[in-house]
């Protein structure tokens, strides 16, 4: 019995007084409670500063950001393209928004006219392989940027520019970002409303007919191609539907012009720099003639 007693003495806790145990019941008690005010204070603290920007569910979106592009890089993913305009900002803008190093600025039809001449696919390998102080890819690798995604951002340029090119065709197994069209350059969009009065066959919208009547190739060489110059007179180009403009030229007999469309002329590329068959081209000078007649 008195073993079992002296033991028990031996393990006996180190409160031995009324007034310890009163302390360490005291203790027991506000210890959790301080931790407890000190850690909702500390996640307070947070939400107090979100709720004092002007919206919260901006600043969560700020906050989970890291992640949600973390998500969007991960290779098993399907690829997402980005749009023309989102590549032009993240990479290009650099330096075509200024115009930065001699690049052609944006939306400046005067810097663009004479390199659309070369169509969608010059300038595209102008981007792929560097020209001038523009690296290789603008200095993106391919895994950033594919070619689908820097030729959309070369047709958002070039459309601001006053192109007219379409939307490049997406490579397979990808989702695509919603196309748009809303780069094309005002004058280049009001052009073809002056044939609509000369011509009234061309007054219906040309349909997006997958095989157009050879009647329609000159309108759609001239949109695509020649309207870059041909629709604001850039560059001394005889401004479509500009009768005074055509007149001079005109005199000289459709065998000249159509001469010197394909030849080329002053600062105008042969053929405009349309890479299609000249009859194209011809039927694209007859359509701009008959509107200036
Ligand atoms: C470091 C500056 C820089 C960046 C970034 C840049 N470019 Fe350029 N770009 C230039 C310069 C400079 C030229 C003019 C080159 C010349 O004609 O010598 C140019 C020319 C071009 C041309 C016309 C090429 C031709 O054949 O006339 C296209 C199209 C083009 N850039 C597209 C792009 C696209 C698309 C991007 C983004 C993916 C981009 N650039 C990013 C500097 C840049
Ligand atoms: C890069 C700008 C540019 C593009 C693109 C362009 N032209 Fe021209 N074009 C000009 C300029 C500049 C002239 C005036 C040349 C001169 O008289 O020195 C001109 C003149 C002409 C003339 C009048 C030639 C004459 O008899 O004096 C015809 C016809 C013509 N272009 C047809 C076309 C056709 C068709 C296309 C599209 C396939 C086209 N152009 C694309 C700039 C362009």
């Known amino acids: 019995m008195s073993d079992v007693q002296n033991e028990h003495e031996e393990h006996e806790s180190p409160i031995k007084t009324p007034k310890q ?3 360490v019941v005291i203790a027991a008690f506000l210890v959790p409670i301080i931790v407890i005010i ?3 204070n500390f996640v ?3 939400s107090k500063e979100g709720a004092g920007a002007s919206t919260t569910v901006e600043a969560v979106n ?3 950001k890291p ?13 997402v393209f980005k749009t023309g305009e989102q590549v032009y900002k993240e990479v290009c803008a650099a330096c075509h928004a200024t115009g930065a190093a001699g690049a052609p600025k944006y939306s400046n039809a005067g810097d663009w006219a004479p390199r659309i001449g070369q169509g969608f696919e010059g ?11 523009m690296q290789p890819r603008a200095g993106t690798t391919p895994d950033d940027y594919s070619d689908y995604e820097l030729g959309r951002a070369v047709v958002y340029m070039a459309d601001a520019g ?7 065709a997406a490579p397979a197994g990808g989702a695509t970002a919603a196309a748009s069209d809303a780069g094309a350059a005002p004058a280049a969009a009001a052009a073809p409303a002056a044939p609509a009065a000369a011509a009234p ?19 759609k060489v001239y949109e695509q191609v020649c309207a870059a110059c041909h629709a604001a007179g850039v560059a001394g180009a005889p401004k479509f539907g500009d009768k005074a403009a055509w007149a001079p030229r005109l005199k000289e007999g459709m065998d000249a012009v159509h001469a010197f469309a394909l030849k080329g002329k002053g600062v105008m590329p042969p053929k405009g720099g349309y890479a299609g068959p000249d009859a194209d081209v011809l039927a694209a000078v007859d359509y701009m003639a008959n509107a200036a007649k």
């Open 123 to 133: 300038l595209l390998n102008s981007v792929l392989h560097g020209k001038g102080a």
């Open 201 to 219: 066959a061309a007054a219906a919208p040309a349909a997006a007919a997958a095989a157009p009547a050879s009647a329609d190739v000159g309108k």
């Open 67 to 79: 992640v949600a592009s973390l998500e969007l890089k991960d290779p098993n993913a399907p690829r």
């Open 62 to 64: 700020d906050r989970i």
């Open 44 to 46: 307070g603290h947070g």
């Open 38 to 40: 000190l850690l909702v």
């Open 162 to 168: 006053g192109a007219k090119f379409p939307e490049p």
């Open 21 to 23: 145990l009163i302390a």
